[in-house]
């Protein structure tokens, strides 16, 4: 059995009165779900979060707190090895960045309002992630107080 830790991020926006994720495209376009990668030797899971969030979406984004963490199992093949893997999830403000922008490894990434990327999305644990950064964003009070 091996173990493999990574690290994602949901990066958020608010668009008017609504907020809105950036997702990526996977598998020749056929899987979205959120940015995450390997967390590098010497790399926190934050680190690797908020770096893994700039090369798949081309955005950068302001790490605001833990979201939690999902664990799977996989087989790979070559190694014929069972991996238990760990995936943390961070939440972050968008700062700057375009979406056009995201490196080779993802073949899209772009912005949805935060219900449609729920739907969007293949995989449960992504879904979970979600479902929580709705209730953390919705939680916290708008920046400057009263808005209209």
């Not at 959120?34 to 926190?44: C, D, F, M, S, T």
């Not at 680190?47 to 199992?73: A, D």
């Not at 968008?94 to 979406?99: A, P």
């Not at 772009?110 to 939680?139: C, H, N, Q």
């Amino acid at each position: 059995m091996k173990m493999q830790f990574s690290s994602g991020g949901v990066i958020y926006r608010k668009v008017h009165d609504s907020i809105e994720i950036a997702l990526v495209a996977v598998k020749g376009g056929s899987v979205w779900t959120l940015p995450k990668g390997i967390v590098n030797k010497g790399e926190k899971p934050e680190e690797t979060s908020v770096r893994e969030v700039l090369e798949e979406t081309g955005l950068n984004g302001r790490l605001i707190e833990k979201i939690g963490e999902t664990t799977y199992w996989y087989f790979l093949k070559e190694e014929n090895a069972k991996v238990k893997k760990t995936v943390y999830y961070y939440l972050l403000e968008y700062v700057s960045g375009d979406t056009s922008d995201h490196d080779w490894e993802v073949d899209d990434a772009a912005w949805f309002p935060i219900d449609e990327a729920l739907r969007r999305v293949s995989y449960k644990g992504d879904k979970d992630m979600i479902v929580k950064v709705r209730e953390m964003i919705t939680a916290v009070p708008p920046a400057g107080g009263a808005c209209g």
